[in-house]
């Protein structure tokens, strides 16, 4: 089975340049995260889609984040303009809600420099 | 808001000792998770801790659940250099929102 693909593996750009952010999810699963990891932190959850409709935003920074899941399937999340304070690793993440059970399965990130 | 704390942040211990690590949570939950992460590397899911009492076992790893007390140990048994990594607890709330801890970096020394 694949697992979640992301791309770029890495990115760098300068303040104020705009970014984007692909995922792959794992095949038939309905769920899919974006997370925020800055280095030395635990993952901070940014939007989780249910199919192509968005669950909880509540934590992405909207005046420059933004972020959308077509068909259900691939996602991208866009930063436009980059502030230096997004440097970090971007993990996208998938689940299939089994039972009571949810387990994520994590793409390897995106890490992001911004100069 | 939710918080999830682990502690300690940085553990170091030698090879064929004991330790457990904390992770203590805000609000009510009966779902938590535990995760590795490999320097440079994605997470990989170890545990699932579905209620009260849970108790889960792989290898030298050992984790548990007590959602009266909201919380959650990771006790590692007779530690190995492979065993070295950043472990995160996760708290699954209602409509399978994640809160991550703040995670705890293992060094285990020869």
């Known amino acids: 089975e694949a697992g979640v693909a992301q791309s770029p593996r890495y990115k760098i750009i300068e303040k104020r340049q705009s970014v984007a952010f692909w995922c792959n999810p794992i095949?038939?699963?309905?769920?899919l995260y974006w997370y925020q990891q800055i280095l030395g932190q635990g993952p901070k959850l940014l939007i989780q889609?249910?199919?192509?409709?968005?669950?909880?935003d509540s934590q992405l920074p909207k005046d420059r984040f933004s972020a959308e899941r077509l068909k259900g399937v691939d996602s991208t999340l866009k930063i436009q303009p980059a502030k230096l304070e997004d440097s970090a690793v971007y993990l996208c993440a998938s689940s299939s809600f089994m039972g009571v059970q949810n387990i994520q399965y994590f793409g390897a990130g995106t890490r992001l420099s911004v100069l | 808001e939710l918080k999830v704390e682990q502690n300690p942040l940085f553990l170091s211990m030698q090879e064929g000792k004991n330790y457990t690590i904390y992770c203590n949570y805000s609000t009510t939950s009966d779902r938590l998770y535990w995760y590795r992460q490999d320097p440079g590397k994605s997470l990989e899911s170890l545990f699932v801790?579905?209620?009260?009492?849970a108790v889960k076992q792989e290898g030298r790893l050992m984790a548990s659940l007590d959602t009266k007390a909201r919380l959650s140990t990771l006790h590692i048994t007779a530690a190995v250099h492979d065993l070295s990594a950043t472990y995160f607890c996760?708290?699954?709330?209602?409509?399978?929102?994640?809160?991550f801890g703040t995670g705890t970096s293992l060094t285990v020394i020869p």
């Open positions: 095949s038939g699963h309905a769920t």
């Open positions: 996760a708290v699954d709330m209602v409509g399978n929102q994640f809160y």
């Open positions: 889609f249910q199919n192509n409709g968005v669950v909880d």
């Open positions: 801790l579905l209620s009260n009492g």
